[in-house]
C-alpha cells in the first residue's frame, strides 16, 4: 500500500509526472478527444515520448526519497 507520503515524494519526480501526463492524454484520446492520428505521426508520438522519458532518467541524479531530506 502507497502512503501519503511516498505519494508526495513521487510526485516531485519530473519522470512520475510525465508518467501521469502520458496517462491523461492516452485517456484523452481514447474517449474524449478522438484525434484521427496515421500510423506514422502516432509513432512519431510514441517515439517522442518515448525520447523524453528516456532524457528524464538520465537528469536523474538521486532517488526522489533523497529530496526530502535536501530541503531539510
Same mark, same amino acid.
Given at each position: ?23 491523461? /492524454? ?6 474524449? /478527444? ?5 500510423? +506514422? ?14 532524457? /528524464?532518467? +538520465? ?14
Amino acid at each position: 500500500m502507497i502512503t501519503l507520503t511516498q505519494l508526495k515524494q513521487a510526485l516531485k519526480s519530473r519522470t512520475v509526472i510525465l508518467g501521469l501526463c502520458v496517462v491523461a /492524454l492516452t485517456y484523452a484520446q481514447t474517449y474524449v /478527444l478522438q484525434i484521427d492520428l496515421t500510423p +506514422f505521426q502516432q509513432m512519431l508520438s510514441g517515439s517522442g515520448l518515448g525520447s523524453v522519458i528516456v532524457v /528524464l532518467r +538520465f537528469l536523474t541524479t538521486m532517488p526522489v526519497a533523497d529530496k526530502k531530506t535536501l530541503k531539510g
